[in-house]
């Protein structure tokens, strides 16, 4: 009987979570890496200068992280929302891309400081767990400094195309190896989680039948080798075509960078703003 149920259930591959945890991946990074569409539409930070967009937004993330007052990193928050809506970002679409993916990312260190912090007892739940108040407001404070954090880069690359970034960053003196790094992860990286993808799916087109475990095993194992030594024919030969249209290890854009009055303007707002957040959480 236990013969005939082995041989009448055998194990289920396990390739298709992998293909299907590589789709996922590759609709994700196309929809957050690829977002010269937002980058290119009439807005409020769109019309800035990369170089202001990058210290303000580093002005105001060292404020709020170093404010102790929930009153002034909510404030902040919401001026960050709107600031979205101002350049052109739907308020749904970006409060919605910070706050499903937080819960899943601060859970760890949020649920144990929620019951472990001493403190006065607020609330006592069953099996003898006891929430502070303590506690609820390490929680608050994260949340809000995270939420916060992650909306103000999210607005920066949005509304910011990457070659500018990296450019701003270049002049604001990042090392140029970090910015190549940078570039040429950002623009690859999805290149090669689509040829995975296509290798997946030219290998079940000829595939009849399941497969046993083994068996998977050493095709994924193939397929794995064969990705590597795609990736690394096509760094060299990137490199190579960079080398002939003039590369010589310093990134340039074809925009120049061009310092206005409404940048200097929000280059001074942020960082007031960045230093009365701090002021009043002292």
Known sequence: MNATASTDHPHKPQHGVLE??????TETLERSLFAEEISSRPGLFQSLD???KVLSILALLIGANLSRSLLAIGALYIITVVLAALSSISASFFVKRVWLALPFF????????L???PGPTLLHLPFGLVITRTGLNTVLFLLLRVSTSVSLTLLLIL???WNAVLGAL???GVPDVMLLVLGMTYRYIYLLLHTANDMFLSRKSRVVGRLSN???????AAISATLLSKSLNMSSEVYLAMQSRGFRGRIVTLRPFRMRHRDWFLL???VALAALTAFIGR
């Open 50 to 52: 990369a170089r202001a």
């Open 214 to 220: 083994s068996e998977n095993q050493r095709m994924l």
């Open 170 to 172: 270049g002049i604001l």
């Open 115 to 117: 019951f472990m912090t």
């Open 106 to 113: 601060t859970a760890v260190i949020v649920i144990p400081a």
């Open 159 to 161: 509304t910011t195309p």
């Open 268 to 270: 001074g707002m942020s």
């Open 20 to 25: 299907h945890t590589l789709n996922g991946i």
